[in-house]
Structures are given as C-alpha cells and as structure tokens.
C-alpha cells in the first residue's frame, strides 16, 4: 500500500491509493479542445495532473500518463448538436482546422512548460485514433448497446442499468431532458452520439469513412478508445475537470465498461473544481479569457501562476483576479529569495533535523495532494531559525520535487524590473546576500552594478533598479 490518499468521485470518499500493477501507476488526463487557447482555468485541470503524478513518482511507482488532444468531435453543445467547435472556429477564421488544432496544441504545450508541468508519457490526438474509435463502437453495436437514427449511431444508455451511478444522476429529471437537445429520433434525453454522419449537402474538413457512413466520431468515444489502446483496462486514475463528470466521464464509463465488460474500468477519478474570474465564468464575449502569455504581458512570471494554483485545494472553487495574482507574485518571490538565501549553503543537513519538517509535508501531499498545506510547511522551513542553512537548502530542494516552483535555480523577480534578465538576477543576489547578512558580498554586488551606472533602491516593495 502506499501511503497516498485521493478523493475519489466515483466513491464520494477519500481512499487508499494501491496501484492495480505493483510499482507502476497508469493514469489518463482530459486534455483540451484546441479550437481556441487554454486560458488560466484550463490549466488547472493539468496542474492538478502533474501534482498527481509528483506525488505517485514520490511513492516510489512508475507513472504512465496519457493525455489526449480534442482536434475533431467536440460540439458547442453537450446534447450532440451543434457545431463542431474546430469545424466552427476554422469557419469563422477561413482557416483550416488542422492549423487552427496545431496553433492551440503549441500553445498549450508551450504554457504547459512554463509552469513545470512535467510531460506526460503520451499525447494522443482524436484525428489520429479514428480506427480505434470506429472499432469500440462497432464493438458496442455488436454487443446491442447502438441504434441508428439519421442524425448517426447512438448509444442507448437504458441498456447500461448503471448509467446514472457515477454522477448521482436523476435521469427522470430536467437534466436529463435538457440533454436531449433537438436530435429527432433520440430514444432517451441521456442516449449519445458515437458517430456522426456529415449532414447531407456539407462537405466538413474532418471526415471519416466509416461502417455506418461518412462521418466523424462523437466526443466521448476518444477518450475511452485511446486510453484503453495507451494504458489498458482497467487503469488506476483518470483526471478532469468537474464539468465532466455528468455528461462526458460518465459517457466514457458507459461506453468503456459495456464495451470490456469491466467495472469498476478506472478506479480513481479525480475532478479538479474551476476557477471563476471575479465571480463569472471566463469567456470571449465577457472580455475576461486571460491566458498564462496576459499574465507575462503584465510581468508576472509564469512560476508565479504555479504559486497562485497551489495556495487553493484542487476540490475548492476559487476567484482568479489580478490582485489575488499579485499576492502569488509576492508570496512567490519571498519562497524564491528564502530559496537562494540557501542556495550552496555548505555542509550536510543533520537527518534528525529534517525528520519532522520532511514528514509534515509528505503528510500534506499523501493528503488528497493538499498543495495549500505543503506550500505552508515549505514557508515554515524557509523562515525557521532553529533550522540550519544546509537542513533549509536540503528540505527546500526536496519539497520542491513536488511544489515544481525551480526552488533550486529560479531568482526572484525585482519588483519594477527594468527588463533586464542579468542585472534583476544580480539585483536579487544582492538582496539575499543581505538577508544572510553577507554585507561584503552585498556590497561587491552593488558596486559592480554602480559600475554600470545602476543604482539600487530599497523599496518595501522589494529592491528597484534604475539606471543613471
Ligand atoms: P476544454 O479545452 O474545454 O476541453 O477543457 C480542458 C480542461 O479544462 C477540462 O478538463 C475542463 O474540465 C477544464 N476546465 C475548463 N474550464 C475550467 C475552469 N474555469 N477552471 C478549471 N478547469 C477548467
Ligand atoms: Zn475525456
């Protein structure tokens, strides 16, 4: 047993995280439709994975992890009408939708880096699967779980008895009758699309021949296809957002366990709750959509929207504001100056002196990956006089295996930086030879930037450079 414990949806309960294969955790992540940019509420939902998979990698296992790419298949509406989000976007633009599907796929790795995700094993996209998809839905259909109406092949979710268990679904109630939308022939409110025929008379960008038709994939269907094709079944994990879990994971729970015959097909799910922009939910047409370059653009470092991630528990709904993303700014650069404070601190931590602080912060990450508790301990250690500099250099580095904040070699931001990468680097050498009380090496540093005709002022902000 390892000693990490998760809240799991699909239980409503916190337990026990045993790997199904002893010493290798296999673990799949909803990744992004990318018909448009990830904004800042997106990336939570991969943070969230990557504090996952520290903390598995901390429990000794070996993690596979899978993520998808959404690049055919998603329509604007959960009740299988609509447009297809990238056929939508390529529309409007006059672009194509592998160009469009590229440009946001770039993007997203690119913001991915930035904040220290690590990378997954595998990304898989849905136009690259279309066989494995027509294959599990040929599956289901052979298996009697599929009607054909005109609109594409659906699965009938009355055939699943255990359709509403996972996301406590009253199928008699309203919510389910919103989801039936207005695709005529549909048997049940809940029943979804696994292939869509391309509508008479329009020649979309993305599609497929296939056994019932022209046409293209439902949503659902990749995930459950490629995760069985990457990590087989059934698996140990499977991440997402909240938004998820009544319609699309439980769709790919139908799909998967009727197809395998297996249940449960994941053990663990993990939701991660959303981020709201001072109250609204973040869009286009309400002028709020920031995405981690906006936060660059205004001269934060990408680290810091890391920071501002792990001060919140990934079940708890929070704001993202400005002001809430300066507090992180601040709060980052204080653990960063603590950091470098320490940095080739010689000798050797005492191991009883790192016992207790160690065991405090594995106590918060084996606690449903409690970011928020771990980040207070890391803050305990940084400003502890009792510890040493080489017990507070050790402990630092190791928490950081999981914080991902660069403790080891990231220098903090000056606080109105001129722009000027080297001389901000040497401007916070100089602030934590001050805070070690290293006058003479304080001092070196700002004669040798006076030297330059830079001058240093010491504001309560922090340190501010100027030159002339
Ligand atoms: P999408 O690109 O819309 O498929 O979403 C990618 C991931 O981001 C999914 O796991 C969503 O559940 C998640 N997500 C979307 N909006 C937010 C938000 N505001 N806060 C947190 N997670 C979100
Ligand atoms: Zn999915």
Redesign the pocket.
């Known amino acids: 047993m390892t000693e990490l414990v998760l809240y799991n949806t699909r239980t409503r309960t916190k337990e026990r995280f045993e790997p199904i294969e002893p010493g290798h955790a296999r673990v799949y ?8 940019p ?9 943070l969230m994975a990557d504090l996952l998979r520290r903390a598995l990698e901390a429990e000794g296992l070996r993690v596979t992890h899978v993520v998808n790419i ?1 690049d055919v298949g ?1 329509l604007v509406s959960d009740a299988d009408t609509g447009e297809d989000k990238l056929e939508k976007a390529a529309a409007a633009s006059g672009r194509s939708a592998s160009e469009i599907a590229d440009e946001y796929t770039e993007q997203w790795r690119r913001d991915l880096r930035r904040v220290n995700c690590l990378e997954a094993t595998v990304y898989c996209k849905a136009t690259e699967h279309i066989a494995e998809q027509i294959a599990l839905a040929r599956t289901l259909e052979a298996k009697g779980y599929t009607y054909r109406i005109d609109d594409g092949i659906y699965f009938d979710t009355s055939k699943f008895p255990r359709y509403a268990e996972f996301a406590h679904l009253d199928l008699g109630g309203q919510e389910a009758g919103a989801r039936i939308g207005d695709v005529p022939g549909k048997r049940h409110g809940a029943d979804f699309a696994l292939w869509k025929f391309a509508p008479p008379g329009v020649k979309r960008q993305q599609e497929w021949d296939s056994p019932w038709g022209r046409g293209f994939p439902g949503w659902h269907l990749e995930c459950s296809a490629m995760s069985t094709k990457y990590l087989g079944a059934p698996f140990d994990v499977h ?6 879990v009544a319609v ?1 994971h439980t769709n790919e729970i139908a799909q998967s366990e009727c197809a395998l015959d297996i249940h449960p097909w994941v053990r663990f799910w993990l ?7 001072g109250g609204e ?2 869009s286009k047409s309400k002028g709020n959509l920031l995405v981690l370059e906006d936060l660059v653009d205004r001269g934060f470092d990408p680290l810091a929207f890391r920071f501002f991630f792990l001060q919140g528990h990934y079940r708890q709904q929070q704001s993202f504001t400005l002001e809430a993303m300066e507090a992180a700014a601040t709060g980052h650069r204080r653990l960063l100056s603590a950091a470098l404070e320490v940095r080739g601190a010689p000798g050797e931590a005492a191991p009883d002196e790192i016992a207790v602080h160690r065991e405090r912060f594995c106590q918060a990450v084996r606690d449903d990956l409690n970011a928020p508790r771990a980040l207070a301990v890391a803050f305990e250690v940084a400003r502890s006089a009792d510890l040493g500099r080489a017990a507070r250099r050790a402990l630092l580095l190791e928490f950081d295996r999981f914080l991902g904040l660069d403790l080891a070699t990231a220098l903090p931001r000056v606080a109105a930086s001129g722009g000027d990468p080297r001389i901000d680097a040497l401007v916070a050498e100089r602030e934590a030879a001050r805070k070690r009380r290293d006058f003479a090496d304080a001092d070196r540093i700002r004669d040798l930037l006076a030297g330059e005709g830079i001058a240093i002022e010491d504001t309560p902000a922090g340190p501010r450079w100027r030159r002339g």
Request: with cysteine; aromatic share 14%; proline share 3%.
């Open positions: 992540s909803c990744g992004p439709t990318v018909y448009a990830q904004h800042l509420g997106n990336l939570r939902a991969y959404t998603h991440t997402g957002g909240v938004d998820h699309h939701h991660n709750e959303f981020y709201d922009f939910k973040m």
